[in-house]
């Protein structure tokens, strides 16, 4: 009997290992899934006005923050490879929007970073001005981390940082559409997407006993997740009664 009591244990203790490793997965790959099917739209209908590529700017700028904030303070590997996976993702996005608005131009006026004109800020022709921004934040962040590691806390507002900048992802999208009056080259799958996995990281943060920002973060997410979907609602209820 208690060699079968033993045997279920491990079966029970492997079960969870497995279920943990899938979870860890999900978290590390799950966040970049959304924007498989807005790049695929993207490409579809070859322009870019329907995404906002300032929700590239505040994951790239609150993933940065949090692999500094890891430094500081190492909490779970999962949420760092998902950091790294995520800014890999934001850069191919950029990379596509950068070459559909470049192939759509009609100006042969080229808008760079090295022109220090902020009414350009992020809207920049080459990709390369992206990838040299990015690199500066990132030195600038070094530095700073470097001087101030042993300090409490910074490292805490590091990731406090770092944490409201990803609860503001969804913001820019919601303004586009705001400003567009419509969500017509907007992938509703992104959101769709956008709405599962902010309610499933919540749920494992709460559980795996991640710092508090964490489930804050996510939280202030779903919240504008539901209201990019009540967007959708309306200006489609809107288009129709246009239409009608």
């Not at 739209?41 to 993933?63: H, M």
């Not at 820019?172 to 080259?185: A, I, M, V, W, Y």
Request: net charge negative; proline share 2%; glycine share 6%.
């Amino acid at each position: 009997m208690d060699g079968v009591e033993v045997l279920q244990k491990e079966d029970m203790e492997g079960s969870w290992t497995l279920l943990s490793l899938v979870a860890s997965l999900l978290m590390v790959f799950g966040g970049s899934l959304p924007y498989v099917p807005q790049y695929q739209e993207i490409q579809r209908i070859s322009n870019t006005e329907g995404f906002s590529t300032r929700v590239c700017l505040v994951l790239l700028i609150a993933n940065i923050l949090r692999i500094f904030f890891w430094i500081g303070k190492q909490f779970e590997l999962t949420l760092l490879l998902q950091s790294v996976v995520m800014i890999l993702t934001m850069f191919a996005m950029l990379h596509l929007c950068c070459t559909v608005q470049n192939s759509n131009q009609v100006s042969t006026k080229q808008h760079r970073l090295s022109d220090l004109n902020f009414h350009y800020f992020w809207k920049w022709s080459a990709f390369e001005d992206y990838l040299l921004f990015c690199f500066g934040f990132t030195v600038l962040c070094a530095v700073v981390t470097l001087l101030l590691l042993d300090s409490t806390v910074f490292v805490e507002m590091l990731g406090s940082m770092a944490v409201m900048f990803e609860a503001m992802l969804g913001v820019p999208q919601l303004l586009q559409n705001f400003q567009n009056c419509s969500t017509k080259g907007m992938s509703v799958k992104m959101v769709l997407l956008w709405t599962a996995g902010d309610v499933f990281k919540t749920i494992y943060f709460i559980v795996n006993e991640s710092p508090a920002q964490f489930w804050v973060c996510g939280s202030v997410q779903i919240f504008i997740d539901v209201a990019i979907l009540l967007q959708v609602l309306f200006y489609s209820r809107d288009t129709r009664v246009k239409l009608g």
